[in-house]
T-cell receptor
Framework: GAGVSQSPSNKVTEKGKDVELRCDPI?????LYWYRQSLGQGLEFLIY????????KSGLPSDRFSAERTGGSVSTLTIQRTQQEDSAVYLC??????????FGPGTRLTVL | QKEVEQDPGPLSVPEGAIVSLNCTYS??????FMWYRQYSRKGPELLMY????GNKEDGRFTAQVDKSSKYISLFIRDSQPSDSATYLC???????????FGTGTRLQVTL
């Protein structure tokens, strides 16, 4: 079956612009996670959605970052007023309850 | 101090060698211990996971957890060039919980 997909695969933007990153989870997976992978920092948790519960936003680095999940499926991560330190690979993962997380290929964001 | 510590490598071994990859952690609440493999410019893929202390074997791979010393290991037997990748340990407090990743160890298996 289809895995987790993310778009775009690469995004280059200018400092100060807003960007939106999209994640399509595996069908039937109720949980969805966003992580960020940057040089020197490894993979860091950003936000977690589980069903209709309030999301766990404890990993978001600043209020410029936000995410939503519509209809319990597709999720969008939005970064406002991008900064150069936002350059990283943004990874999405989905999970079926009592299973493990399956990752998408990531979106490579470069802020010039 | 990070919750999960992992030697970044790189670790270079000849084909056929036994590889030992290790992590230490500080959070006693971790119950599930995952190992992910990540090829260059790809997302991490789950290799195997264990629950609590003990060993788990899957083909050439063996995962080992010692909760008393907060030490996690992954052994690869008869290593192959296709095993060349970054290996990430990722413990969590439960299913449907965020993963806390080590920095990853880059492994290179040479012919």
């Amino acid at each position: 079956g289809a895995g987790v997909s993310q778009s775009p695969s690469n995004k280059v933007t200018e400092k100060g612009k807003d960007v939106e990153l999209r994640c399509d989870p595996i069908s039937g997976h109720t949980a969805l996670y966003w992580y960020r992978q940057s040089l020197g920092q490894g993979l860091e948790f950003l936000i977690y959605f589980q069903g209709n519960s309030a999301p766990d936003k404890s990993g978001l680095p600043s209020d410029r970052f936000s995410a939503e999940r519509t209809g319990g499926s597709v999720s969008t991560l939005t970064i406002q007023r991008t900064q150069q330190e936002d350059s990283a690979v943004y990874l999405c993962a989905s999970e079926r309850t009592t299973d493990t997380q399956y990752f998408g290929p990531g979106t490579r964001l470069t802020v010039l | 101090q990070k919750e999960v510590e992992q030697d970044p490598g790189p670790l270079s071994v000849p084909e056929g060698a036994i590889v030992s990859l290790n992590c230490t952690y500080s959070n006693s609440a971790f119950q599930y211990f995952m190992w992910y493999r990540q090829y260059s410019r790809k997302g991490p893929e789950l290799l195997m996971y264990t629950y609590s202390s003990g060993n788990k074997e899957d083909g050439r791979f063996t995962a080992q957890v010692d909760k008393s010393s907060k030490y996690i290991s992954l052994f690869i037997r008869d290593s192959q060039p296709s095993d060349s990748a970054t290996y990430l340990c990722a413990p969590s407090t439960g299913t449907a919980s965020k993963l806390t990743f080590g920095t990853g160890t880059r492994l290179q298996v040479t012919l």
